[in-house]
T-cell receptor, first 113, second 114 residues
């Protein structure tokens, strides 16, 4: 298995809703990442988990809450989002160093209404 | 801190013509460089990467990139493009030896004209 799987592929949520994005990989990678990509923009790093511990938080608002239950799973819990949070959310994984590169999932397209 | 500059936001090219997408980076330490491609409504796919060794790296679909340390560049080239190469191309850099994540350039939209 050489993939990063993200679910759901599309999500529409209201500003008062609570939802979660899920990311899964079975490549034995020890680092997992969340990126946010607005339309016609590059991906921006949000969070990094290394060996299931949060190692980087790029000053992301607290309405985004990451969780890494085990080495294969990464969640992003969403609460009280704003319309400007609408974007493609990409998950990636790596072996913890750049040598083998980073594998990206196909993303969750989130629309906040 | 590292940064990546992609000088062209959009590059139109006729089919079967050669193309070069430019990428320059800035970093105070050794870097690892990547090119990713993103097709509409999809995630990112790794095209090729430079980690060390030979400065010319090739991908399986005909793209190549050359690392030039003196010019801090990592330009992407293909000698003959196809309609299916229409996509957004991102140059990215990773500075650390650990799990630091990638810093992306703003992207270049490659438009192949028949």
């Amino acid at each position: 298995d050489t993939e990063v799987t993200q679910t759901p592929k599309h999500l529409v949520m209201g500003m008062t809703n609570k939802k979660s994005l899920k990311c899964e990989q079975h490549m034995g990678h020890r680092a997992m990442y969340w990126y946010k990509q607005k339309a016609k923009k590059p991906p921006e790093l949000m969070f990094v988990y290394s060996y299931e511990k949060l190692s980087i938080n790029e000053s992301v608002p607290s309405r985004f809450s990451p969780e890494c239950p085990n080495s294969s799973l990464l969640n992003l819990h969403l609460h009280a989002l704003q319309p400007e949070d609408s974007a493609l959310y990409l998950c990636a994984s790596s072996q913890g160093s750049p040598w083998k590169g980073y594998t990206f999932g196909s993303g969750t397209r989130l629309t906040v209404v | 801190a590292q940064s990546v500059t992609q000088l062209d936001s959009q590059v139109p090219v006729f089919e079967e013509a050669p193309v070069e997408l430019r990428c320059n980076y800035s970093s105070s330490v050794s870097v690892y460089l990547f090119w990713y491609v993103q097709y509409p409504n999809q995630g990112l796919q790794l095209l090729l990467k430079y980690l060390s060794g030979s400065t010319l790296v090739e991908s399986i679909n005909g793209f190549e990139a050359e690392f030039n340390k003196s010019q801090t560049s990592f330009h992407l080239r293909k000698p003959s493009v196809h309609i299916s190469d229409t996509a957004e191309y991102f140059c990215a850099v990773s500075e650390g030896g650990g799990a630091d994540g990638l810093t992306f350039g703003k992207g270049t939209h490659l438009i192949i004209q028949p």
